[in-house]
Nanobody, 125 residues
């Protein structure tokens, strides 16, 4: 089992960038696929990215429109989400999640077991 902690959320203006971090506070994220989800008020939690154990494969839904990049740093026991050209509709609580397997499953909440507590991203002018 791994315990996950997110950081890096902030308030930014439209068009700005943020880099979120997900680390394993207990255990390591290096042996698991890791996904990022977000949830805005009144909305369902939606997946925005996933990276495989190897870090070679990554997956994104159409909703991020090529603006997000997920990456690994195994030495740092971390998975990052780089978000560029942020829009007000990106405002949400962002969570990282993992599951005991090798490759990324479909980006559905039910497919992930381990969750962090979230970090807030707010995009407004």
């Amino acid at each position: 089992q791994v315990r996950l902690v997110e950081s890096g959320g902030d308030s930014v203006q439209p068009g700005g960038s943020l880099k979120l971090s997900c680390t394993g506070s207990t255990g390591t994220v290096n042996g698991y696929p890791v996904a990022w989800f977000r949830q805005a008020p009144g909305k369902e939690r939606e997946g925005v990215a996933c990276i495989s154990v190897s870090g070679v494969e990554s997956h994104y839904p159409d909703s991020v429109d090529g603006r997000f990049t997920i990456s690994r740093d195994t030495a740092a026991n971390a998975v990052y989400l780089r978000m560029n050209s942020l829009k007000p509709e990106d405002t949400a609580m962002y969570y990282c999640a993992s599951v005991y397997r090798y490759a990324c499953p479909d980006l559905k909440v039910a497919n992930f077991e381990y969750w962090g507590q979230g970090t807030q991203v707010t995009v407004s002018s």
